[in-house]
């Protein structure tokens, strides 16, 4: 059944269920003008927003409808996770066709309902309107950290050392396969497709006290960077350190392309790149999923890296850009 035969009003209805997963922080829900959440004293509230558009940041032809759901809340759980946030709440908006098959949209939000049931996360409201265009979706996303204890780009400090999780490059590589249509890497292509966000391990680094963090959504050299622009320092990283999947040392030579590349200018990794008090080394050595690769060192604000060869190459901040023109 087309979204034209339903009605926005019936099918806001039928995807009301399954919304409230802390009913704690709730006072009125879906059903208003407004929803109504209470915000704990303590608490400093984090509040971030992302749009996902059809054919810009997702592909039928690559991902199940679920996966875009799935992905588009990792994409707004990240950026609370780089302040080393607890998610609490989001408002969700589609633009759609009118001519769309309402299963796909079923779909769409049982992607993003399973995130929010992971997270315990609320759904408090959004809208729903027709469109002409391509599909776009957009999520509001609220959530809290103790007061005065955010962690902001700008507090990258000289002397700290510079750490990431996981894996990165990931995603890229994951695009990368599903666009040739290769075989094999299943992993990396599930890391494109289903990439979660961060949350856990942003806590925990905020509680140990890190100085910095934000999110790798555009690629690791456009994240160092406002780095080191939001702190005026430079940042020095060994690429040899730099986490790599196995997957990714395989594509690139399958396509004869640089394996780093992936992580610096790929994106959509989600996953968080800090720096840190070199007194937590100890601490962060014993952290799981944490790999140190670099410094922050004197300087004007500027990211460079040491290459394989030990040679000293810039880099620069041109991850992904949705206004560069090519």
Known sequence: ?????????????????????????????IG??????????????????????????????????????YRLMTANLSDIAAMGGNPKQIVLSV???????????DEIYRGIKAQCQRYKLNILGGDTVRTEGPMVWTVTIIGEVPKGTAVMRSGAQVGDVVGITNYVG?????????????????????GHQRPDPQIELGEQLRQLGVHSMNDISDGLGSELNEIASASNVS????????PLHEETYALAKHLQTKPVDYALYGGEDFQLV??????????????????LIGEV???????????????IKTIEAKGYNHFHES
């Open 1 to 29: 059944m087309q979204l034209k035969d339903v009605g926005e009003f019936n099918f806001i209805r039928q995807i009301q269920d399954n919304t409230i997963y802390d009913s704690s922080t709730v006072v009125y829900g």
């Open 32 to 69: 208003d003008d407004c929803a109504v959440y209470s915000a704990a004293p303590d608490m400093d509230q984090l509040i971030s927003t992302d749009t996902m558009v059809e054919g810009v940041h997702f592909s039928f032809h690559y991902m199940m409808p679920y996966d875009i759901g």
């Open 95 to 105: 633009a759609a066709p009118q001519h769309i098959d309402t299963e796909i949209l």
């Open 170 to 190: 990931y995603a890229a590589t994951g695009l990368g396969a599903l666009s040739y249509n290769l075989a094999g890497y299943d992993m990396t292509k599930i």
């Open 235 to 242: 940042i020095l990283v060994e690429e040899s350190a730099i």
């Open 274 to 291: 800090f720096t840190a008090p070199k007194s937590l080394v100890p601490k962060l050595e014993n952290l799981a999923g944490i790999t």
């Open 297 to 311: 060192v004197t300087g004007p604000p500027k990211v460079e890296m040491v290459t394989q060869d030990r040679t």
